[in-house]
């Protein structure tokens, strides 16, 4: 991807309930994967999710799913039953062969 | 997923010094990155870091202030170069495995007084 846009700096979600973070990307390329990695205070980035672009097929992992939606190049990620720990920095990415861009990232507080 | 380790995990420098980043990952990739995160800020690309051969460096970034070592497929340094505080950030490195998916070190924290 050559540009990835995250629109929402900050946003709160009460313990157990869904929150969906936002994502808009702009790419020439053909083939190309999308993801979301988080990171937590102690700084490591831990990847979330990965969608490979040519696959329709939204991708899930437990609790994390993304919409994605290729002609919109729109890739958001919605966490189901959020929990403390998911308390932490969130940063979509795009590119191939290595090339990852980066969002500016979405800041995201789970309240008890 | 690869496990990647970076050392040291932070460190506090006086201006117009060195310092050298080790990343050690724990399984052959093909491709080894180098990232900086400035306070508050996203990630921004420094160089692809190539076996026995220079690094491959994002406009911006240049080998005199950011000399990178590949010498084998499982180990890379960055130094950092003539330290200013304006180098203070986070340090990252990370590995891909043919994926196009990249995992992270745990990062550096650096602080130049």
């Known amino acids: 991807a050559q540009t990835v846009t995250q629109s929402q700096p900050e946003m709160s979600v009460q313990e157990a309930e869904t929150v969906t973070l936002s994502c808009t990307y702009d790419t020439s390329e053909n083939n190309y994967y999308l993801f979301w990695y988080k990171q937590p205070p102690s700084r490591q980035m831990i990847l979330v999710i990965r969608q490979e672009a040519y696959k329709q097929q939204n991708a899930t992992e437990n609790r994390f799913s993304v919409n994605f939606q290729k002609a919109a190049k729109s890739f958001s990620l919605k966490i189901s039953d959020s929990q403390l720990g998911d308390t932490a920095m969130y940063f979509c990415a795009g590119g191939s062969q290595g090339n990852l861009i980066f969002g500016k990232g979405t800041k995201l507080s789970v309240k008890p | 997923s690869a496990v990647i380790s970076q050392k040291p995990s932070r460190d506090i420098c006086q201006r117009g010094t060195s310092l050298t980043i080790q990343c050690q990952v724990d399984?052959?990739?093909?491709?080894m990155f180098w990232y900086r995160q400035q306070p508050g800020q996203s990630l921004t690309l420094i160089a692809t870091?190539?076996?026995?051969?220079?690094?491959?460096?994002e406009s911006g970034f240049v080998i005199d202030k950011f000399p990178i070592s590949r010498p084998n497929l499982t180990f890379s340094t960055l130094t950092v170069s003539n330290m200013s505080p304006e180098d203070s950030s986070i340090y990252l490195c990370s590995g891909d495995r043919s994926t196009d998916t990249q995992y992270f070190g745990p990062g550096t924290r650096l602080t130049v007084l």
């Open positions: 399984s052959q990739v093909t491709m």
């Open positions: 870091a190539n076996q026995g051969s220079e690094a491959t460096y």
